[in-house]
């Protein structure tokens, strides 16, 4: 019998590779809003690159709303259904009483 | 919140179109000197349903019924509509000053001032076609030859460490 960590040797292994240090994070706009910048960098290169992100930050997204979308005329996704199949009913989804609440709050917003 | 389409994926042959391989993408852009990674937000919600399409998605649940206006994270086809997008917006660029795939964007340059005409050209795509990025996730003017060890480290890719050290000590 082949055991699970001969398959997987980092089964019980806490240790793993983080980032490179090479990399700093940088606050984009309002807190926690942060990006990831270059580490090594000279003064004038790090003042041109930030430059360019401040101007562009509303490109960055932080929660649903800040979303615009793809125009559909660029682009939908369209399902192609084989001819033969049949309309299937979903299962009723079933939710414990504390997701409930949290999605009823979520969907009156 | 996820929807189990099983059925539904089953009734949809698969979208053949093409994604690129990972392996071309390190290659076409390892040899270049300044790259930054971008990665789209919460991707594939960025793109609506086609109209026809949307009540197929319908779900239950105990006191409505709901279906999706935007394209869920798990149809079958999903990755291959953002592709067959990102191609569309960046078709001049692809190859040139970028590689993409699926909501994951390479720039690529040669220089720093070369970097920063590059991205400037891209987040004016990305502005003119609605599409929004995901800050925490990005990660601007990395040097070029770590871009192997920074697959591994930065983009979540899980690895064994004790395989890729050799790569990381490079």
Known sequence: ?109 | MYVDYTNLNKACPKDAYPLPSIVHLVDEAADNKVLSFLDAFSRYNQIQMYNKDVAKTTFITKTSNYCYQVMPFDLKNAGATYQRLMDRIFKNQIGRNMEVYVDGMVVKSDTFGQHLINLTEVFGRLRRFGIRLNSTKCVFGVEGGKLLGFMLTHRGIETNPDKCSAILDM
């Open chain 1, 1 to 109: 019998m082949v055991a699970l960590t001969d398959l997987d040797p980092r089964i019980n292994d806490e240790v793993r590779i983080k980032p490179s240090n090479d990399v700093i994070e940088w606050q984009l706009a309002g807190e926690g809003q942060n990006t990831w910048l270059r580490g090594i960098m000279t003064k004038e290169e790090v003042e041109k690159i930030t430059q360019l992100l401040t101007k562009n930050k509303d490109l960055f997204a932080w929660t649903t709303e800040d979303m615009r979308g793809i125009n559909p005329r660029v682009m939908s996704h369209k399902l192609f259904v084989c001819r033969e199949a049949r309309p299937v009913a979903q299962k009723k989804r079933r939710m414990g009483k504390e997701k409930r609440m949290a999605t009823t709050k979520e969907v009156q917003k």
